[in-house]
């Protein structure tokens, strides 16, 4: 049985500002065209304006990494993305466990996630995005590209090789266990999680030797070939939260 407590992976973006460059110094070249450039530029004062494209709207919201902050409190979290945006919920765990968490955009299916919060129940220390009920499109996207809806064969893709998991019909079911050193393994004895589900087959249909139980299972096996399970759950470290 993997440790209750998830190691996560965070993701630290640096923006680099951009100084304005200096003007070029005049040469006798420069100088020579400075009567035809301005003959030009008279000319195309009589040529129809140009409209510039438009710039694409920009989102409303952050990326998932930086959705929240490791010192945030709900009333500080509220004050960023709304007061109606995070609210607080009682939620049922694994094991038959409960566990008080924020629900984030509770009413947006395309940007609901939860913060799960630290042992004082005070700090978010992770963010997990997972089809609900209603199985809406997600819009976040992680760092690394991981999605939901990916195909287990589309994630080896992004990993550039084969990953282990824990198998179909329990708790931890479908929860990735190694990623063996592929792109989306952060190392340090760390993980950068996300769980996938089994495709839903008619009743007896289910082929024999797909991944069942708390075993685990190399995402190559020609049975998940033929029937990929897909992405379900992903899971963000809340910038600045240290490994536990």
Request: include cysteine; charged fraction near 20%; glycine fraction near 10%.
């Amino acid at each position: 049985m993997p440790h209750r407590r998830v190691l996560l992976v965070a993701l630290l973006v640096s923006i680099a500002g951009c100084g304005e460059a200096p003007p070029p110094a005049a040469t006798a070249d420069t100088a020579a065209n400075t009567e035809a450039a301005s003959a030009s530029e008279a000319a195309d004062a009589t040529a129809p304006a140009v409209t510039a494209a438009a710039p694409e709207a920009a989102t409303d919201f952050p990326a998932i990494e930086h959705l929240l902050r490791a010192d945030d409190t709900l009333a500080s979290a509220q004050a960023r993305l709304g007061a109606d945006q995070v609210a607080t919920r009682i939620l049922p765990g694994a094991e038959g466990e409960e566990y008080e968490a924020w629900v984030l955009y509770p009413q947006d299916p395309e940007r609901q996630a939860v913060a799960s919060l630290d042992e004082a129940g005070e700090h978010p220390v992770a963010i997990v995005v997972e089809n609900d009920a209603t199985d809406a499109t997600s819009a976040w996207v992680r760092a690394d590209g991981v999605r939901l809806g990916l195909s287990s064969t589309e994630l080896e893709t992004l990993n550039g090789g084969p990953f282990a998991f824990y198998g179909f019909g329990w708790d931890y079911g479908g929860t990735i266990s190694d990623w063996r050193g592929g792109r989306l393994d952060p190392g340090a004895d760390r993980v950068a999680p996300a769980g996938l589900c089994a495709p839903v087959f008619a009743e007896g249909a289910e082929p024999d030797g797909y991944p069942t139980g708390d075993g685990e299972f190399s995402s190559d096996l020609p049975v998940l070939r033929a029937h990929p399970p897909t992405v379900c759950r992903f899971v963000v470290e809340v910038a600045g939260v240290p490994a536990g």
